[in-house]
């Protein structure tokens, strides 16, 4: 039993140190951007939204997509306005990206009238 034990011990070292040693020696990556937010408000039948985030890699990308479909009107911007029905919920998603990667957020909102 004690053999087997130290066994499992230098075992779970090595395991250890090899994986502490691979960890060390990656490199490391700007963050992907984080704490995209978007929010949405309506009122006259209009839908505006705006998006903020942190922590991007330079220059960003921001696609916006409207119950499943691409707004390209709002590419690149960081907000968007748009005609609603007034009483229908409408799902706004936009995706900022960066040379890292890209992160989303999502807002479901109902057109307003005044």
């Not at 395991?15 to 929010?39: D, I, K, M, Q």
């Not at 408000?41 to 985030?53: E, M, P």
Request: charged residues 20%.
């Amino acid at each position: 039993n004690k053999v087997r034990l130290r066994r499992s011990l230098a075992i779970a070292s090595i395991v250890a140190g090899a994986g502490a040693s691979a960890f060390a020696r990656a490199p490391s990556a700007a963050a992907t951007p984080v704490g995209v937010n978007v929010e949405c408000a309506s009122r006259s039948s209009q839908i505006g939204c705006t998006v903020a985030w942190r922590d991007a890699d330079g220059r960003v990308a921001i696609r916006w997509t409207v119950n499943g479909r691409d707004y390209n009107a709002g590419d690149n911007q960081t907000s968007i306005r748009f005609d609603c029905v007034a009483g229908q919920y409408y799902a706004v998603i936009v995706t900022v990206g960066d040379s890292t990667g890209r992160t989303s957020d999502a807002a479901l909102i109902q057109c307003q009238r005044g």
